[in-house]
């Protein structure tokens, strides 16, 4: 079973550019999550998807970021305009709704994101 | 202060040592608790869940004090290949489930 994917790996863009990252959870995983490792600093929540609903967006640090589930299937992540603050790696996860406690998220490999 | 406090290391060990691992959180509500592995430029992986009455998965142990809103993880026997960072992860059942975590503690096993 092919496990969580992000696209792309890697990005390189100017302060003030926009970048979309996108992930693409396990398949029937109804939960999706976003977080963030700012380099030094812990990872972080951004927010969580129900299905195609946003079920808590607490984490996001500004307006300048978008989050979108369109059909509950894969997501992306939007930043416009990115700021020099905004680099780091993006860690997607997905996970079950099973309703039984808290079902393990699984991570993708992230994007590692560089504003210049 | 953090929500999950770790030593950040680097724990230098020998293959075959014994290592503790320690970690404190600050939001008494959280109700899930566990220890993620992350590799070096990887996605973390979950290694174990903890439990209240302490679990075990090998050479793996992970205990928890609610009291003390405090976990551990043991490794015996290490091995070159648990060279990684250990992360601390909280959750608050039932409130998204979103993770928090600690910064992490490095482990380097060495021959």
């Known amino acids: 079973e092919a496990g969580v994917t992000q696209f792309p790996s890697h990005s390189v863009i100017e302060k003030g550019q926009t970048v979309t990252l996108r992930c693409d959870p396990i398949?029937?995983?109804?939960?999706l999550y976003w977080y963030r490792r700012v380099m030094g600093k812990e990872i972080k929540f951004l927010l969580h998807?129900?299905?195609?609903?946003?079920?808590?967006e607490s984490g996001m640090p500004n307006n300048r970021f978008l989050a979108e589930r369109t059909g509950g299937t894969y997501s992306t992540l939007k930043v416009q305009p990115a700021e020099l603050e905004d680099s780091g790696v993006y860690f997607c996860?997905?996970?079950?709704?099973?309703?039984?406690?808290?079902?393990?998220?699984?991570f993708g490999p992230g994007t590692r994101l560089t504003v210049l | 202060r953090k929500e999950v406090e770790q030593d950040p290391g680097p724990f230098n060990v020998p293959e075959g040592a014994t290592v503790a691992f320690n970690c404190t959180y600050s939001?008494?509500?959280?109700?899930?608790f566990f220890w993620y592995r992350q590799d070096c430029r990887k996605e973390p992986k979950l290694l174990m869940s903890?439990?209240?009455s302490g679990n075990e998965d090998g050479r793996f142990t992970a205990q928890l004090n609610r009291a003390s809103q405090y976990i551990s993880l043991l490794i015996r026997d290490s091995k070159l290949s648990d060279s990684a960072t250990y992360l601390c992860?909280?959750?608050?059942?039932?409130?998204?489930?979103?993770?928090?975590f600690g910064t992490g503690t490095q482990l380097k096993v060495e021959l």
């Open positions: 996860a997905s996970s079950q709704n099973s309703g039984q406690g808290t079902d393990t998220q699984y």
């Open positions: 398949s029937g995983h109804d939960n």
């Open positions: 998807f129900v299905k195609e609903s946003k079920q808590d």
């Open positions: 939001n008494s509500a959280s109700q899930s």
């Open positions: 903890v439990y209240s």
């Open positions: 992860v909280v959750a608050v059942t039932g409130g998204g489930n979103k993770l928090t």
